[in-house]
């Protein structure tokens, strides 16, 4: 079975327009080996016993920043190191699948509801990956408001039952259950998920970066397979 993890990043600045959807499809049997070495980062940076607490998650946002949890860490290069500790971890190619969906906002139609869409083309991409592998999946996300957890648990029950609503639509067979969500502090593979969408997102930047930033994004394309999906959809074509 593949536990699908996934995380967003909105659009924010002129030189990050688009909004991400992106998940790590990971074979259950990779499943403990992925936590044992986050577990161990975690002593390394937080001390031992540090169990699963806001105050001992990895967020790639505040890593990079100083911010949270991080902002005793007033060594940026440490920091970054943490950031390709955590990226080195999860580039594991038998056992680590990353999926992602780009929408350049700006060219959806007025109405268009972002995170459904990106929801849609991430349900097909991950249906399609488990279904030629002959497994299923099992989603789980990052719990932040109620609101947008039913609006999604919905949808995914719509498309596996009539699939998914366009004229070209797929059915969607090889997804189990319903859309799991947990608050990402509880989860150490919802926050590898989240570093594996910051540091996408950072390699489709425009503008100039911090020569720390352009080091990271340096690392993830020239010493790991992380810089590629297994399955994506970015819209529109480039």
């Excluded at 911010?67 to 940026?76: D, I, Q, Y």
Aim: hydrophobic share 35%; net charge negative.
């Amino acid at each position: 079975m593949l536990l699908t993890y996934f995380d967003e990043v909105k659009p924010t600045h002129s030189d990050q327009p688009f909004y991400w959807l992106g998940w790590l499809m990971v074979d259950d049997q990779a499943i403990p080996e992925l936590e044992q070495e986050v577990n161990s980062l975690a002593v390394a940076c937080f001390g031992k016993g540090t169990g699963l607490t806001k105050q001992t998650e990895f967020h790639a946002t505040d890593i990079a920043s100083g911010r949270g949890n991080f902002k005793r860490a007033r060594n940026p290069a440490i920091r970054f190191d943490i950031l390709k500790e955590l990226v080195t971890i999860y580039d594991k190619p038998d056992g680590v699948y990353p999926v992602a969906v780009r929408l350049d906002v700006k060219q959806l139609y007025a109405g268009t509801n972002m995170e459904d869409l990106a929801l849609v083309y991430l349900i097909e991409r991950i249906n399609q990956f488990s279904k030629s592998n002959h497994t299923c999946a099992m989603l789980i996300g990052d719990f932040e408001k109620e609101k947008a957890v039913n609006r999604a648990v919905q949808n995914l029950a719509r498309y596996r039952q009539d699939g998914t609503p366009y004229a070209f639509g797929q059915d969607i067979v090889s997804l189990i259950d319903t859309i799991h969500f947990a608050h990402s502090h509880h989860s150490r593979l919802l926050q590898l998920a989240d570093t594996y969408m910051r540091s996408q997102q950072l390699r489709h930047r425009t503008s100039a970066q911090s020569s720390l930033r352009a080091d990271l994004v340096k690392f993830i394309n020239e010493e790991t397979d992380t810089h590629w999906e297994h399955k994506y959809k970015y819209w529109p074509s480039a």
